[in-house]
């Protein structure tokens, strides 16, 4: 099979994951926003400090979970292997992906039980980061090319050299 075959499979898995994840937990924030799925027949109260650590902690895991996947990514060495670099932009794909649904599926559930606004609104907040972490195909072709930055095209070179002998030659002196 070739590099870009597998390429292509890899982000069709990664793509199911994501579109199933996502309309998974919209469904299920749909169905607990329309009471068709009530956890208590009345709302129960959530404490305070409850209700503060659980946004805490969506306020620290949506960062987190972005920043884990773009160090994850910047520390494979370009050009990667293909297998190197399909393993890791899997795992930190898989890692961003299921941070985020953790916590939005905390938020759906802490809003079934206590119908707090807080709650919805965060998983709105959510639902929109999760259109940023969609998996591309462009971004693991990334992986296994050189940077440009680190492109040298053929004059750069022959000029790099020329100084190289130029330099080598005065120390010479």
């Not at 070739?2 to 292509?8: L, M």
């Not at 297998?83 to 932009?89: F, I």
């Not at 890692?95 to 938020?107: D, G, P, Q």
């Amino acid at each position: 099979m070739s590099e870009e075959n597998k390429k292509e499979r890899l982000i069709t898995v990664l793509r199911r994951h994501y579109y199933g994840n996502v309309i998974s937990l919209v469904l299920l924030f749909l169905l607990m926003l329309l009471r068709v799925i009530p956890i208590f027949r009345e709302s129960e109260l959530i404490g305070v400090t409850l209700e503060r650590y659980a946004i805490m902690i969506s306020i620290i895991a949506i960062p987190l979970a972005l920043k884990l996947f773009a160090q994850r990514l910047k520390k494979v060495r370009r050009p990667a292997e293909t297998a190197v670099a399909l393993r890791k932009y899997k795992n930190a794909s898989f890692l961003r992906l299921y941070i985020i649904s953790a916590v939005t599926l905390l938020n759906i559930l802490l809003f079934g039980i206590s119908r707090n606004s807080n709650f919805m609104w965060i998983t709105v907040v959510l639902f929109i980061i999760f259109l940023y972490c969609k998996p591309s195909y462009i971004e693991l072709v990334t992986l296994t090319e050189v940077p440009e930055e680190n492109r040298a095209t053929g004059e750069e070179v022959i000029e790099d050299s020329e100084n190289r002998t130029e330099d080598e030659e005065a120390a010479g002196k």
